[in-house]
């Protein structure tokens, strides 16, 4: 693979030098500015042969590098090793960002290259202008790659299919006015839709063209006057289509967008969000047009959850619930009787799963950690490089599914025998950290990096930390990582609101040994009002036990062990009228008082 790697870079150098291109730019994600993506537009992947789902390539004439966060670092250095290659840690002090690097490695007049169809409207403008200041200019050249991929994928045409209003809870035409209120608000009457979970919310619609996320491919315009849908044909049953129409919304051709943007008339005032749209899609709209910029209207209403939402989210909970006792009994049953390895835990999550009701398939590929693989944070298990799983140590397990009530994401980390007292003071600090973010109280307009530190102090008294966010936003029935809120140190200016369904996950890896990670999902719910504000707090959604073999009992405080209870009393109460009487005992014994 390393020598096919090495062909691919030594053809784009070619093909480079061919269109006077000093350097190329790879942001690995597709026209939607996508995370997980179709086979098509995994172009990161094709190039350096490395599979996480976050990254970029530079190549120049002399020399390649590739830039991932702390969640791959492992595996990018793995992937990467013997391909020509330089792996680059991201957001660490001392490391060069990719403009960086650019401007240290090419000379005065150079030209950069980039497809942007493949950058955003604002990553472009701010990478345009700081390459100018090095006299390096960068350049929309288009998608070089599929002039040396020869059997590239070609996009995917799965049917579109609708999600029904006993799941999606709000018709589609409210959700269309609602957009066209905040539009009203901002001063525009259009907004671009590009990404593909706004557009799949906005149209209560759902498909499969990107593996893990029900989502289909399309481009949308909606304004007070008429909403426009550019979508396949062939996406779209003849019944689907007459309902769309009845509901005021004309279907177009997927790749009719740019005819329609170039024809907009004159003073219209679009609405767009930079970060959410490609740097093609801007260079579209005509100078006649008046942009105005901000946060993508259906992600932010999206983000917040109505009742009918939570109350979905709750009842796949319980089903995802049942999935994982059925999976840690079957451990437990199994583990030292029969073969078992990390590729084998993590088919079993996955069937485990498939057996409940309104089950769509896993939100994402599990992640299956034994040992020194739990080290690696996003580990991808396969059968070749699966570890056997005996009585020793941890085992990390991070699986989620989609349901047509909801999605879910959950990690948890089970001892597998008597542990080292090292051992579970790093599980119990750990521990600590979600279980101080999941009692969190605090006020409106409080942003996610004020929390972060919730999760951290504990480890932070002992030197220790995880290099990654502490929380996501998870979508529903749709991505299992959504916008635009996080919890983590980054700074993000999007304030966490009632509503809104966040995972939380603090961790803690030693590299070679284990890695530990507790994960549950959380919805925030309005407190308290007082003469001091209007106050938030968490309520968690995720039901499953935590190992209490793992925990250093004399490190948690009355408060910690009051929750730790509590939680198992509620998991215990919720999960057994689901569950058959074997299962009932084996819950009941792991949901004990400590």
């Known amino acids: 693979m390393k020598e096919k790697i090495k062909q691919r870079i030594s053809d784009l150098r070619v093909l480079m030098q061919q269109k006077a291109l000093d350097a190329y730019v790879i942001f690995g994600t597709d026209p939607h500015l996508s995370e997980y993506l179709p086979e098509h537009w995994q172009t990161r992947s094709y190039i350096s042969g490395f599979t996480g789902s976050a990254g970029t390539v530079v190549v120049s004439q002399k020399k390649a590098a590739l830039w991932t966060d702390s969640r791959y670092f492992l595996q990018a250095e793995e992937q990467l090793s013997g391909s020509g290659i330089e792996m680059i840690?991201?957001?660490?002090?001392?490391?060069?960002?990719?403009?960086?690097?650019?401007?240290?490695?090419?000379?005065?007049?150079?030209?950069?290259?980039?497809?942007?169809?493949?950058?955003?409207?604002?990553q472009f403008n701010q990478m345009q202008n700081s390459l100018i200041k090095s006299g390096i200019k960068l350049k929309e050249s288009g998608d070089l790659l599929d002039e040396i991929w020869h059997d590239r994928p070609t996009l995917p045409n799965k049917p579109a299919y609708e999600h029904d209003i006993r799941y999606a809870c709000t018709d589609r035409k409210t959700k269309i006015s609602a957009i066209c209120s905040e539009l009203e608000k901002s001063g525009a009457n259009l907004q671009i839709i590009t990404t593909l979970d706004d557009l799949a919310w906005t149209f209560n619609l759902r498909g499969s063209d990107v593996e893990c996320n029900p989502?289909?491919?399309?481009?949308?315009?909606?304004?007070?006057?008429?909403?426009?849908?550019?979508?396949?044909?062939?996406?779209?049953?003849?019944?689907?289509?007459?309902?769309?129409?009845?509901?005021?919304?004309?279907?177009?051709?997927?790749?009719?967008?740019?005819?329609?943007?170039?024809?907009?008339?004159?003073?219209?005032?679009i609405f767009m969000d930079s970060d959410r749209t490609s740097q093609a899609i801007l260079k579209n709209i005509p100078e006649h047009c008046q942009i105005l910029e901000g946060l993508s209207i259906p992600c932010r209403l999206?983000?917040?959850?109505?009742?009918?939402?939570?109350?979905?989210?709750?009842?796949?909970?319980?089903?995802?619930?049942?999935?994982?006792?059925?999976?840690?009994?079957?451990?437990e049953k199994n583990l030292g009787k029969i073969p078992v390895t990390e590729f084998t835990v993590a088919e079993k999550l996955i069937e485990f799963r498939a057996k409940q009701s309104e089950y769509k398939g896993i939100s994402f590929f599990p992640i299956v950690g034994y040992k020194e693989h739990g080290a690696i944070v996003h580990f991808h298990v396969t059968e070749e490089n699966a570890l056997?799983?005996?009585?020793?140590?941890?085992?990390?397990?991070?699986?989620?599914?989609?349901?047509?009530?909801?999605?879910?994401?959950?990690?948890?980390?089970?001892?597998?025998?008597?542990?080292?007292?090292?051992?579970?003071?790093?599980?119990?600090?750990?521990?600590?950290?979600?279980?101080?973010?999941?009692?969190a109280k605090f006020p409106t307009n409080t942003r996610g990096y004020h929390l972060d530190i919730m999760a951290r102090k504990d480890l932070w008294q002992h030197g220790m930390n995880y290099g990654h966010g502490t929380g996501h936003g998870v979508g529903y029935f749709l991505n299992v990582h959504e916008g635009p809120m996080s919890i983590r140190q980054e700074f993000n200016d999007r304030v966490i609101e009632a509503g809104m369904v966040l995972s939380n996950e603090p961790a803690f890896y030693r590299l070679g040994e284990y890695g530990l990670r507790t994960e549950n999902m959380m919805v925030c719910q309005k407190d308290e009002s007082t003469n001091f504000g209007d106050?938030?707090?968490?309520?968690?959604?995720?039901?499953?036990?935590?190992?209490?073999?793992?925990?250093?009992?004399?490190?948690?405080?009355?408060?910690?062990?009051?929750?730790?209870?509590?939680?198992?009393?509620?998991?215990?109460?919720?999960?057994?009228?689901?569950?058959?009487?074997?299962l009932v005992s084996f819950l009941a014994e792991l949901t004990k008082p400590i």
């Open 535 to 582: 106050f938030l707090r968490f309520d968690t959604l995720t039901l499953c036990p935590i190992d209490t073999k793992a925990i250093e009992k004399s490190l948690l405080n009355q408060e910690e062990v009051r929750w730790l209870n509590s939680y198992h009393e509620r998991v215990f109460a919720e999960l057994i009228p689901i569950l058959n009487d074997e």
């Open 302 to 331: 999206k983000a917040i959850k109505t009742e009918g939402e939570i109350q979905n989210i709750r009842t796949a909970m319980r089903k995802d619930g049942v999935a994982m006792i059925e999976f840690l009994f079957w451990l």
């Open 388 to 439: 056997p799983i005996e009585k020793d140590g941890f085992l990390l397990f991070d699986s989620g599914g989609q349901y047509l009530d909801g999605t879910t994401d959950i990690t948890r980390t089970v001892a597998l025998s008597e542990l080292t007292s090292r051992q579970k003071t790093d599980f119990t600090l750990v521990l600590k950290g979600m279980i101080s973010l999941t009692l």
């Open 89 to 122: 840690k991201l957001r660490v002090s001392g490391q060069p960002d990719p403009t960086e690097w650019l401007r240290i490695n090419l000379m005065e007049n150079a030209i950069v290259g980039t497809d942007e169809w493949c950058i955003s409207a604002s």
């Open 215 to 269: 989502v289909f491919l399309a481009y949308a315009c909606v304004s007070k006057e008429n909403t426009n849908l550019f979508v396949d044909n062939q996406k779209l049953s003849t019944e689907l289509k007459n309902k769309l129409n009845s509901d005021g919304i004309q279907i177009r051709e997927y790749t009719d967008l740019i005819g329609f943007l170039n024809q907009l008339p004159e003073n219209d005032k």
